[in-house]
């Protein structure tokens, strides 16, 4: 029996969407039990009322992240060009890591962690 070893983009490609889960099943359980009523979602607007939204829109970069993730992995499985496929391997990374930094600074903001 032949065995097809996964490919290092392969590999990058499920430890992101594995990790990117982890951190939108984290942003819906921190929601539901730990967050207050309002957060400070848009913390890069003024101060005041303004940087407030529901507590309930606290998984929203998670799922933009998902979904760029997803929309990048099947863009790059119709490219041919290695060069167009990192581009968007990079871009999936590079819109996880700031979306993890946007709810880790919300929970600094809120006073949790």
């Known amino acids: 029996m032949m065995t097809v070893k996964p490919s290092k983009k392969t590999k990058t490609s499920n430890y992101l969407l594995v990790a990117n889960i982890a951190v ?5 359980i921190s929601f539901l039990f730990l967050l207050p009523p309002e957060i400070p979602l848009f913390y ?4 005041g009322e303004a940087q407030l939204a529901k507590s309930f829109l606290f998984p929203v970069p998670s799922i933009i992240s998902l979904l760029v993730f ?3 992995f ?5 490219v041919v060009s ?3 496929k990192k581009a968007l391997n990079s ?3 590079f819109v996880f890591i700031l979306s ?3 709810l880790i600074k919300i929970f600094f903001l809120v006073g949790y962690i």
Not at 24 to 28: R, V
Not at 44 to 47: M, S, T, V
Request: net charge neutral; glycine share 4%; aromatic share 8%.
């Open 74 to 78: 099947i863009v790059s499985k119709a």
């Open 44 to 47: 890069g607007a003024p101060i």
């Open 82 to 84: 290695d060069f167009i």
């Open 100 to 102: 993890a930094i946007t």
């Open 70 to 72: 997803s929309i990048n």
């Open 91 to 93: 871009a999936s990374i």
């Open 24 to 28: 939108l099943i984290f942003s819906i």
